[in-house]
């Protein structure tokens, strides 16, 4: 079992830049796969960056050369990193961890990013 906390939402103009913090409750060092999920009103969750232990990373194309996903094992830390933020990237943000086969989700940090 694993509890993750995230932090570093806020209120950002758009052009702007945030970094969102995933810290885990145990070693993340054997979690094969940590990512970053948005859900914005009215909408289906969805994926916008994954990395696995081996740090192999996938974006949605919408992100893509706009966001960076990196892990701190050491910290037992995920990070996102989004620059260029659009009005569109208004959603919470939840962090995600694969353990054994069963997904586990934070509480979620809402992103907002006026126009």
């Known amino acids: 079992q694993v509890q993750l906390v995230e932090s570093g939402g806020g209120l950002v103009q758009a052009g702007g830049s945030l970094r969102l913090s995933c810290t885990a409750s145990?070693?993340?060092?054997?979690?094969?796969?940590m990512g970053w999920y948005r859900q914005a009103p009215g909408k289906q969750r969805e994926l916008v960056a994954r990395?696995?232990?081996?740090?192999?990373?996938n974006y949605a194309d919408s992100v893509k050369g706009r966001f960076t996903i990196s892990r701190d094992n050491a910290k037992n830390t995920v990070y996102l990193q989004m620059n260029s933020l659009h009005p569109e990237d208004t959603a919470v943000y939840y962090c995600?961890?694969?353990?054994?086969?069963?997904?586990?989700w934070g509480q979620g940090t809402q992103v907002t990013v006026s126009s």
């Open positions: 995600n961890a694969v353990v054994a086969g069963f997904g586990y």
């Open positions: 990395i696995t232990s081996g740090t192999y990373t």
């Open positions: 145990r070693t993340i060092f054997s979690i094969n796969a």
